[in-house]
C-alpha cells in the first residue's frame, strides 16, 4: 500500500460535529476499501486565498492515508459528490525510486596512469 495525504477544505457555516462527522465519513470510505487513516488533523477555519464556491473561509482537514489506489478513487469519488467540501487535493506521499540506465558518471576526469597532471591542471611549486 502507498502512503497518501490529503487535505480538504469544508464548508465555513458547518459546525464542529457535523465537521467530525464529515472527517469520519471520509475515513469510512477508505477504511471500507481496504487502506487505513494514519493520522487526522483539524486545522481550523482559516481565510482561503480566493473565494471558492462564494465562500471566503473554511474548515482545513488533512489525513494520512496508508491504502491502495482504489481506495484513493473512491475517496475522491466521495469528495467530488459531498455537499460541504468546497475543494480538495490527494499527494502521493512517498513515490518509490528507481535507478533508470547506468550509473551516473562522476563530474571529475580519472587522473592518468604514471602521476600526469591533466591537461590545463596549474602547477603549485614549493
Known sequence: MRSYEVIFILDPA????????AIA?????VTKEGGEVVEIQKWGKKRL?????KRREGHYVFLRLQAPVKAVAGL???LNIAEPVLKFLTVLAQVPTRRFGKAKRSATPPQEAG????AGAEVQEA
Request: aromatic share 4%; hydrophobic share 30%; charged share 30%.
Open 14 to 21: 458547518l459546525a464542529d460535529d457535523a465537521v467530525d462527522s
Open 25 to 29: 465519513s471520509a475515513s469510512g470510505v
Open 49 to 53: 486565498a480566493y473565494e471558492v464556491k
Open 76 to 78: 475522491e469519488r466521495h
Open 115 to 118: 602521476g600526469t597532471r591533466p
